[in-house]
């Protein structure tokens, strides 16, 4: 149990394209789930919280209009970075609170999405 | 915000011997406490959690303690395996979690 997926493990794209990024709870309803930003050997940084019917949370500093979060459902986030550059590089992971609604308690990771712009 | 300080950054011990990480919270109000295995270029997984109204908690080879007064918490993986080598992860709970910046254990044959 307690299974997250995330879509596409890696893409690469031209400067300036946007890029969508999935992730799904598999066995388990999420109300809040969220995405955090990995720079290679350093630690995960959470860049915004998602919750289900409502607008995301996001953490200072990070552009509300360059990463949409979209969480349409109870086993659905997407995150879509927005005219992308190759600064925005790096690997995206996103999580599901498997905790009790509306209480942030143990999450489960998704496998990650490695972007790389040209 | 909350801010979590974990050391040490790199921990090489030999195959059966014990390692220790360390980490210490800012906010008294953190409540929730995991430890995250992290292999390269791979998902973070939760290894063991600890609550604050717990002050251990053990699980097979892996064990947390929790000083909740001095608003430190450490994980102890004892009889070591090279499978253990990777990056760990602590992280504090006030509604989201706040990791530390991780430790790299190798684990020699």
């Known amino acids: 149990g307690a299974v997250v997926s995330q879509h596409p493990s890696w893409v690469i794209c031209k400067s300036g394209t946007s890029v969508k990024i999935e992730c799904r709870s598999l066995d388990f309803q999420a109300t809040t789930m969220f995405w955090y930003r990995q720079f290679p050997k350093q630690s995960l940084m959470l860049m915004a919280t998602s919750n289900e019917g409502s607008k995301a949370t996001y953490e200072q500093g990070v552009e509300k209009d360059k990463f949409l979060i979209n969480h349409a459902s109870l086993t659905l986030s997407t995150l879509t970075v927005t005219s992308a550059h190759p600064e925005d590089s790096s690997f995206y992971i996103c999580?599901?609170?498997?905790?009790?609604?509306?209480?942030?308690?143990?999450?489960?990771f998704g496998p990650g999405t490695r972007l790389t712009v040209l | 915000g909350e801010n979590v300080e974990q050391h040490p950054s790199t921990l090489s011990v030999q195959e059966g011997d014990s390692a220790v990480i360390k980490c210490t919270y800012s906010d008294s109000a953190s409540n929730y406490f995991p430890w995250y295995k992290q292999e390269l270029g791979k998902r973070p997984q939760l290894i063991i959690d600890?609550?604050?109204?717990?002050g251990e908690k053990k699980d097979q080879r892996i064990a947390v303690t929790l000083n909740k007064t001095a608003k430190h918490f450490s994980l102890h993986i004892t009889e070591t395996q090279p499978e253990d080598s990777a990056v760990y992860f602590c992280?504090?709970?006030?509604?989201?979690?706040?990791f530390g910046k991780g430790t790299m254990l190798l684990v020699s044959p």
């Open positions: 992280a504090a709970s006030i509604g989201t979690l706040t």
């Open positions: 999580s599901a609170d498997y905790g009790l609604a509306g209480a942030t308690d143990t999450q489960y």
């Open positions: 600890i609550r604050s109204n717990v």
